[in-house]
C-alpha cells in the first residue's frame, strides 16, 4: 500500500492561512466561503505556525512507529498499513497524543458524532477528540480530487501530496 504524506516549503508560505480555511470547509461539508466565517467555531487540521520570518503550515507527517499510536489508551489512533488511522468515536480527548506528538500536528476539536440511537449526521452531538490531518481521504473520494484541500488551496504551492519514504519521523 501507498504511503502518502503533506511536504511543505517552507519558503513558499506566505501564512495566508488559506489551507486551513479549506481543510475546514473539507472536513465540516462547506464552501470555502462558509469556513470563513466559521473558522473561529471549527478546528482546521492544518496549522499555520510563525516564527520570526519562518512561516509554515503543520499536519500530521504519518511517522513510521507513530508516538501518537503507541501512547493512545483507546486504540483511537492506530497504524494500519502503515498509515496513522483515526477512530475518534474510540477518543476519550485525554490529549497525551498531542502531547507525543513531535510535530504538534494534533489538536482537540468538537467534532460531530452520530449518537447510539443512530441519528444521523444532521441531527448529531459534539464531542472533544483528538483531530489531525487524514490528508482529506474521504473528500477526495467523494469530490474526485487528487490532492487534499490544503494542497488545493495553497496559491504559493507550499504544499504538495508526496509518496512517503521508508524512514523514521
Known amino acids: 500500500m501507498s504511503r502518502f504524506m503533506i511536504e511543505s516549503f517552507p519558503e513558499k508560505c506566505r501564512a495566508c ?11 465540516n461539508g462547506l464552501t470555502f ?13 492544518v496549522h499555520v505556525v510563525k516564527s520570526g520570518s519562518i512561516k509554515d503550515a503543520v499536519s500530521c507527517h504519518q511517522c513510521d512507529d507513530a508516538p501518537c499510536t503507541r501512547i493512545c489508551p483507546t486504540g483511537a489512533l492506530r ?16 490529549k497525551l497524543c498531542i502531547m507525543a506528538c ?10 460531530g458524532m452520530p449518537d ?6 444532521a ?14 481521504v474521504e473528500w477526495r473520494k467523494k469530490e ?15 504544499r504538495s501530496l508526496v509518496e512517503k519514504q521508508a524512514h523514521g519521523y
Open 17 to 27: 492561512h488559506r489551507c486551513e480555511i479549506a481543510c475546514i470547509a473539507a472536513h
Open 33 to 45: 466561503k462558509e469556513a470563513m466565517k466559521k473558522r473561529d467555531e471549527l478546528v482546521a487540521r
Open 79 to 94: 497504524q494500519e498499513n502503515g498509515v496513522v488511522v483515526s477512530r475518534v468515536q474510540f477518543c476519550s480527548g485525554c
Open 102 to 111: 513531535p510535530y504538534g500536528a494534533i489538536s482537540l476539536g468538537s467534532i
Open 116 to 121: 447510539a440511537s443512530g441519528e444521523t449526521m
Open 123 to 136: 441531527q448529531h452531538i459534539r464531542k472533544n477528540v483528538a483531530v489531525r490531518c487524514d490528508l482529506c
Open 144 to 158: 474526485g480530487k487528487s490532492v487534499p484541500a490544503c494542497v488545493e488551496a495553497c496559491p504559493a504551492k507550499a
